[in-house]
């Protein structure tokens, strides 16, 4: 019987060094906490091109995907026309049990799997991820942890990873590529709060 263990996480580190080292993959943008649920678990670019991917530890894994929305039939119906959107999941290799190997499949379209780093020939400009995120969000389940979902606007980090699977840097959308991110309007300043004054016990 085989032992071997894996998680998510796992899934998501070998996804990101094998994009790198098989160059087709030049930012990554990870997202957590509402921007996850409010999206996936990350964006991934190649030549300003962004694919849109959810990481699963294994198959068996997918369907709780389908949870996450109001109706899910109805998210299918309008939002399976855009193909980068992903699901990387993994299983053990059949020709060495000891070794991972990645599968893509189409985020709205079950039974249909290729090799993962294929996903990143889906990739679409901008202008097409962020209708797609802004459609994707109305169907989504709030997040508990906020209210509501967050705007594209607010998913905007990038990390950078070296060939030998380092981390290098980190930076906004808007810093890596200005003029294909716009720097979010800030929120005007919050007035200023009441001074607090302590109240203790009296003497």
């Known amino acids: 019987m085989n032992n071997f263990t894996w998680w998510e996480k796992t899934v998501e580190y070998k996804f990101v060094v094998d994009a ?5 993959c030049d930012f990554a943008a990870p997202l957590s906490g509402r921007h996850e649920r409010t999206a996936g678990d990350a964006a991934f670019g190649m030549d300003s091109m962004l694919v849109l991917v959810e990481f699963k530890r294994k198959l068996a894994d997918l369907p709780t995907e389908e949870t996450l ?90 990390i950078g990873v070296s060939a030998d699977g380092k981390l290098i840097g980190a930076m906004s959308l808007h810093d890596y590529a200005p003029s294909l991110f716009p720097a979010p309007v800030p929120l005007p300043s919050p007035p200023p709060a009441p001074k607090f004054t302590p109240s203790g016990p009296s003497m």
């Open 20 to 24: 790198v080292v098989n160059r087709l």
């Open 69 to 158: 929305f109001h109706n899910y039939g109805d998210a299918k119906a309008q939002l399976v026309e855009y193909g980068h959107h992903f699901i990387v999941f993994a299983h053990l290799n059949d020709n060495d049990p000891a070794s991972l190997e990645l599968v893509g499949r189409h985020y709205f379209v079950p039974g249909e799997y290729c090799r993962a780093l294929d996903v990143m020939r889906y990739g679409v400009k901008k202008e097409v991820f962020d209708e797609y995120l802004e459609a994707l969000s109305t169907h989504k389940k709030a997040d508990g942890r906020g209210s509501g979902h967050v705007s594209t606007e607010g998913m905007s980090s990038v």
